[in-house]
């Protein structure tokens, strides 16, 4: 059983950083990539960034790009989402996700899912 366990959400003030987990167990995700999604309330699940598992290829959104970095660590099965000049409107729960390919860069192309994260960022 695929399981897919985010931490490290929280409050911070507009131009503060954090950094969010996501720990993966329950098969090999050799050829797998990894995203991280966002749903702010009231609007559509949205792409933020992917990583391939094998290569460390990274893709980011526009609005995230030069702020957040994902990164991956195979030893540890984890997959990590650091986030720098955290803006308001980056509240959101943020949620982990698997795809057994590289997929485009919308939910529906991902297998696998976590519970998500609150991520919350004062003005």
């Known amino acids: 059983q695929v399981q897919l366990v985010e931490s490290g959400g929280g409050l911070v003030q507009a131009g503060g950083s954090l950094s969010l987990s996501c720990t993966a167990s329950?098969?090999?995700?050799?050829?797998?990539?990894m995203g991280w999604f966002r749903q702010a309330p009231g609007k559509e699940r949205e792409f933020v960034a992917r990583?391939?598992?094998?290569?460390?290829?990274?893709y980011y959104a526009d609005s995230v790009k030069g702020r957040f970095t994902i990164s991956r660590d195979m030893a540890k099965s984890s997959v990590y989402l650091q986030m720098n000049g955290l803006k308001p409107e980056d509240t959101a729960v943020y949620y982990c996700?698997?795809?057994?390919?590289?997929?485009?860069?919308?939910?529906?192309?991902?297998?696998?899912w976590g519970q998500g994260t609150q991520v919350t960022v004062s003005s």
């Open positions: 996700a698997a795809a057994s390919r590289i997929p485009i860069p919308r939910p529906s192309a991902y297998d696998y």
């Open positions: 990583i391939t598992w094998t290569g460390g290829v990274t």
């Open positions: 329950g098969r090999t995700f050799s050829g797998y990539t």
